[in-house]
């Protein structure tokens, strides 16, 4: 069992940085890829990005590319979503998750999932 929690969410202003955490529960974090998604209101929840399980390998959505960074701290339990650049588009509750599946952008092969964090971006 895995537990995540995610942190960092809040107001920015179109343009600027935020810095979300996850972190986990138990003793098994570097068995796991660990992804973020997000869904915005009234619409379906998207794939972000995945790191693998060593965190050597990372893989994200096209509308994100080159603005935002995941990375973990597997002796800490910790993955994280740098995000810059930020659009009055990504404003949506961002969840961590985890996949016992190396980097799928699969919501469905996600094992677990945090509560999720808001981003609101201004503009």
């Known amino acids: 069992q895995v537990q995540l929690v995610e942190s960092g969410g809040g107001l920015v202003q179109a343009g600027g940085s935020l810095r979300l955490s996850c972190a986990a529960s138990?003793?098994?974090?570097?068995?796991?890829?660990m992804g973020w998604f997000r869904q915005a209101p009234g619409k379906e929840r998207e794939f972000v990005g995945i790191i693998s399980r060593s965190g050597g390998s990372t893989y994200y959505a096209n509308s994100v590319k080159g603005r935002f960074t995941i990375s973990r701290d597997n002796a800490k339990n910790t993955v994280y979503l740098q995000m810059n650049s930020l659009k009055p588009e990504d404003t949506a509750v961002y969840y961590c998750a985890a996949s016992s599946v190396v980097l799928t952008t699969r919501a469905t092969a996600m094992d677990y999932w945090g509560k999720g964090t808001l981003v609101t971006v201004s503009s």
């Open positions: 138990g003793h098994t974090f570097s068995s796991y890829a």
